[in-house]
Nanobody
């Protein structure tokens, strides 16, 4: 079983920054794409961005391009989401996902493993 543990959420003022971490472990952890999603209250889960363990540039949703940066530490099996210039609209529970089975990377249904989520709240 794969375990994904997010951390780093919290309360921040608009314009501020946070860095989320997602540590992956487990005997069946597959080093495929990992992604971040978020879900605001009353809204559907949205894709934020993702990265391939094998290399290549991270990819992002248009809503966060230029503000968010995803990186990975292969040795630690950890993916990071650096969030800058935060806006109140970024308020959500943020989840990391792994076990991508292929297809459209922004489709959360194509990921088998999910973390418990971490709350990010941006005040105006």
């Amino acid at each position: 079983q794969v375990q994904l543990v997010e951390s780093g959420g919290g309360l921040v003022q608009a314009g501020g920054s946070l860095r989320l971490s997602c540590a992956a472990s487990g005997r069946t952890f597959s080093r495929t794409d990992m992604a971040w999603f978020r879900q605001a209250p009353g809204k559907e889960r949205d894709f934020v961005g993702g990265i391939r363990w094998s290399g290549g540039s991270p990819y992002y949703a248009d809503s966060v391009k230029g503000r968010f940066t995803i990186s990975a530490d292969n040795a630690k099996n950890t993916v990071y989401l650096q969030m800058n210039s935060l806006k109140p609209d970024d308020t959500a529970v943020y989840y990391c996902a792994a076990g991508f089975i292929g297809g459209k990377y922004s489709d959360g249904r194509l990921y088998n493993d999910w973390g418990q989520g971490t709350q990010v709240t941006v005040s105006s």
